[in-house]
């Protein structure tokens, strides 16, 4: 197959993995990080960011641009495809690239609740406070607000409620679970994560991680339904079904 020249544009959650495949990739792809804390600035600010960045790529030195993120509380919905196509694993979150698939990532989430996980980038890049940002689910209530900003936002009644249900929210996890993908340098993420667990009295288990999924994402594999080409001109939109993402 032909060499392809894409232009990688990730969350730095997947620093290591993503650099491990570009190192094997028969293109030649040239890569882009971005700060996980986008993720914190809320739907607008990141949705604004991305695309900020998106359009600042020299559209004619590539055949595709690729996105390393998942649709992570619709930061990523309304993003435009200018004059090459944008491709983008079809994910909740980042769990599911560091897991191979959605199936596995669900039949996980379903059978082990409270989970909070773990890789080398949520680690070593993740928030030094071990705030609990990472699930979709608790970025849709923005677990990270103060409750200035809750009173502000929603009133001094639902502000109130609002803290007790996140408050239980964090109260719900009660096990780490380390995603070793195989590219670690040694043990130290995983000890970290152990001792983690151990300092909060939580249950520990290691997963064996998949880098399928962004293995034939960066080796321009995107035949399957795993990924959403979106064409020049369309734009991404969230679906509230197992395709997770389209375009209009």
């Known amino acids: 197959s032909e060499s392809m020249r894409l232009k990688l544009l990730s969350c730095e959650i997947f620093f290591r993995e993503f650099c491990a495949c570009v190192a094997r990739s028969p ?17 607008e600010g990141m949705l604004e960011r991305l695309q900020r960045s998106l359009d600042q790529v020299d559209n004619h030195q590539y055949d595709a641009i690729l996105l390393g993120y998942g649709l992570c509380n619709n930061g ?12 983008v694993p ?6 599911t690239l560091f897991l191979g698939s959605r199936a596995r990532y669900l039949d996980y989430f379903q059978n082990h609740p409270g989970v909070y996980f773990m890789t080398t980038g949520w680690i070593e890049r993740g928030d030094a406070s071990g705030e609990l940002s990472q699930l979709a689910l608790g970025k849709k209530l923005r677990l990270l607000q103060s409750y200035e900003e809750l009173v502000a936002r929603y009133g001094e009644d639902n502000a109130r409620y609002l803290q007790e249900e996140l408050g239980n929210l964090s109260k719900h996890y009660r096990q780490f679970t380390f ?11 995983e000890q970290h994560a152990q001792q983690e667990a151990a300092a909060r009295g939580w249950a520990y288990e290691k997963l064996q991680g998949d880098m399928g999924l962004m293995e034939r994402f960066i080796n321009g594999q995107w035949a399957d339904r ?23």
């Open 27 to 43: 293109h030649t792809v040239d890569v882009e990080f971005l700060p996980k804390g986008l993720h914190d600035i809320g739907t």
């Open 76 to 87: 990523i919905a309304g993003l435009s495809a200018r004059l090459k196509p944008l491709v």
């Open 90 to 95: 079809r994910a909740h979150d980042c769990i």
């Open 179 to 189: 995603i070793e993908t195989g590219i670690e340098p040694d043990g130290r993420f």
């Open 226 to 248: 795993a990924f959403l080409i979106v064409p020049p001109g369309f734009r991404i939109v969230a679906q509230y079904d197992e395709g997770i993402i389209d375009e209009e």
